[in-house]
């Protein structure tokens, strides 16, 4: 069956401008979580999406927003982007969200900010 | 707020050798996991392990969950060039919470 799959797989913005990343789970997985990755800080927890509805928030700025749609999809957008969100993005479905699930990841959008 | 902390934050090691990398909560888990990511791939799933004192092997793979639930070790044994990637643990605190990661461990083997 067809991953997790992310778009655009690369992009590269400049200062003050916005972003959209996009996420399509795997068919029948209604939980979408994002992740942002950088050298420095691991894997930071973004957002946690189920049923359209989001679940838990992780500590980023009010620039950081998401949301699901009714086939589970998810975008995150970025707005007056700075350089330090320059970072790859993934995203991670998995059936349920909680404990005892196993989390799908994308290959990443690799956001370039210049 | 709640972290995982997981160290070392690299190691180098001769083919052939053992590794381990260690993972610790400040609260109890409900589980935790373990991701393999090789260079300029994305995370992907190895074991899930949710028992007090649980040891789980795959292959040449070890994984235990502290008898707390608070701590968890991943031991490679006779570590291979395909071994090469970074290893992180996550856990939950409990079904409402996020997936939480570690730092994560990059492993480095010389042939």
């Known amino acids: 069956k067809a991953g997790v799959t992310q778009t655009p797989r690369y992009l590269i913005k400049t200062r003050g401008q916005q972003v959209t990343l996009s996420c399509s789970p795997i068919?029948?997985?209604?939980?979408v979580s994002w992740y942002q990755q950088t050298p420095g800080q691991g894997l930071q927890f973004l957002f946690e999406y189920f049923s359209e509805t989001q679940r838990n928030k992780g500590n980023f700025p009010g620039r950081f927003s998401g949301r699901q749609f009714s086939n589970s999809r998810s975008e995150m957008n970025v707005s007056t982007l700075e350089l330090g969100d320059s970072a790859l993005y993934l995203c991670?479905?998995?059936?349920?969200?909680?404990?005892?699930?196993?989390?799908?990841f994308g290959q990443g959008t690799r956001l370039t900010v210049v | 707020g709640q972290q995982v902390m997981q160290i070392p934050q690299y190691q180098h090691v001769q083919e052939g050798e053992d590794f381990t990398t260690y993972c610790n909560s400040s609260t109890t888990l409900s589980n935790i996991q373990w991701y393999k990511q090789r260079p300029g791939g994305h995370p992907v799933f190895l074991i899930q392990l949710v028992k007090s004192g649980e040891v789980k092997k795959q292959k040449r793979l070890t994984f235990q969950f502290g008898e707390a639930k608070k701590n968890s070790s991943l031991h490679i044994t006779a570590t291979q060039t395909t071994d090469v990637g970074t290893y992180f643990c996550?856990?939950?605190?409990?079904?409402?919470?996020?997936?939480?990661f570690g730092g994560g461990t990059r492993l480095m083997v010389k042939p």
């Open positions: 991670a479905s998995s059936f349920y969200p909680g404990a005892n699930t196993e989390a799908f």
């Open positions: 068919s029948g997985h209604r939980s």
């Open positions: 996550a856990g939950h605190w409990n079904a409402g919470n996020m997936l939480t």
